[in-house]
């Protein structure tokens, strides 16, 4: 009898990267290799001395080649975020704040610390800074 992962077609499928000016608002399930250019903790709450869990939320500046974008940090995640860093992000998504575009990992992903990327971050396309507006389209 043969065990379950011996079928070729259920083979984990390799992930597709993308790159940073290709993330549009309200997408997900995105795989970035980015380096973490900027790391800032904008909330922490809970006393560090306690057993009770202490809530930390960095906003970091991340990106490869082609862009950069403001990532939020939850928890645990912050200590990974460190500027400088290569990270592999994986079933990244984006969230929007005050019309911008923000990208997080939530409990879905998952974030790796990777070797240093020989490639240079392209800082002049912040997609963070292009605010985006609804749209509600009537249809006849």
């Known amino acids: 009898m043969s065990s379950p992962n ?4 259920s083979s984990l499928r390799k992930p597709v990267f993308t790159k940073i000016d290709q993330l549009r608002p309200g997408t997900s399930g ?5 380096k973490v250019t900027s790391a800032k903790i904008v909330l922490q709450k809970g006393r ?3 057993q ?6 960095a906003e970091c500046l991340i990106g ?5 974008v403001i990532f939020t940090a939850r928890n645990e995640q912050v200590d ?3 500027e400088g860093s290569t990270v592999i992000l994986r079933n990244a998504k984006i969230d929007m704040f ?13 974030i790796e610390v990777t070797e240093p990327a020989e490639f240079s971050v392209k800082e002049e396309n912040n997609l963070s ?9 009537q249809e006849d």
């Open 6 to 9: 011996s079928n070729p077609n």
């Open 30 to 34: 995105h795989n970035l290799i980015v």
């Open 48 to 50: 560090p001395d306690s």
């Open 52 to 57: 009770v869990r202490q809530m930390r939320i």
């Open 64 to 68: 490869d080649e082609t862009g950069i």
């Open 80 to 82: 990974l975020m460190k």
């Open 98 to 110: 005050k019309g911008s575009m923000r990208l997080a990992v939530d409990k879905w992903g998952r």
């Open 129 to 137: 800074l292009v605010e985006y507006e609804l749209v509600n389209v």
